[in-house]
């Protein structure tokens, strides 16, 4: 398993942007697949975007097409989720998570985005 | 991308056996054999139970198992324990690098 720790979340206007990273441990980071999935309050999980190991192919829920960007940077071990026009009903505890390309075996503990003016 | 449908919630007494549905369609559950579960404690991360339908990870009890049939997946928990007091998600593959989660179930240990 990979541990992975997410960082960026934070207070923002509905408009604005934020920048989540989450940075993994061991070497071979640069071959997994990672994703975000986000939890709002009370709420189930949902899968948010995908990015695969060299950064070509990408996917988005249709909830964040258009604002959300996925990147990548294998020489930090990081993957990032860029959010711009944040809206109310983006508020979540956003986690990124990797393992095969069928499942998650390794989560991030989460990090806190409120989308409130 | 639609949610998959889980039941809100399921109970039972400890040593009994639960089961949990998961019903989607024929682009995600019934078009691959790609179908994880996922248990969650309050203000805590998924761990993954079950995958690629009933494939156990290791040091997940034998307790947890998993099955499909159509666009039906299931989890049941059998020889319930006061540890499995959790919520419980599926999840599918949807084609096109795309993945849906249930609408997830709280399992009560009564």
């Known amino acids: 398993e990979v541990q992975l720790v997410e960082s960026g979340g934070d207070l923002v206007q509905p408009g604005g942007s934020l920048r989540l990273s989450c940075a993994a441990s061991g070497s071979t980071f640069s071959s997994y697949w990672m994703h975000w999935v986000r939890q709002a309050p009370g709420k189930g999980l949902v899968w948010v975007s995908y990015i695969n190991s060299d950064e070509r192919s990408t996917n988005y829920a249709d909830s964040v097409k258009g604002r959300f960007t996925i990147s990548r940077d294998n020489a930090k071990n990081t993957v990032y989720l860029q959010m711009n026009s944040l809206r109310a009903e983006d508020t979540a505890v956003y986690y990124c998570?990797?393992?095969?390309?069928?499942?998650?075996?390794?989560w991030g503990q989460g990090t806190q985005v409120s989308v409130s003016s | 991308q639609s949610a998959l449908t889980q039941p809100r919630s399921v109970s039972g007494s400890p040593g009994q056996s639960v089961t949990i549905s998961c019903t989607g369609t024929s682009s995600d559950i019934g078009g691959y054999i790609y179908v994880s579960w996922y248990q969650q404690y309050p203000g805590k991360a998924p761990k993954l139970m079950i995958y690629?339908?009933?494939k156990r990870p290791s040091g997940v009890p034998d307790r947890f198992s998993g099955s499909k049939s159509g666009n039906t997946a299931s989890l049941t928990i059998s020889g319930l324990q006061a540890e499995d007091d959790a919520d419980y998600y599926c999840?599918?593959?949807?084609?096109?690098?795309?993945?849906?989660f249930g609408t997830g179930t709280k399992v009560t240990v009564l």
């Open positions: 999840c599918s593959y949807a084609g096109s690098y795309r993945y849906v």
């Open positions: 690629d339908v009933s």
């Open positions: 998570a990797t393992g095969s390309g069928s499942y998650y075996d390794s």
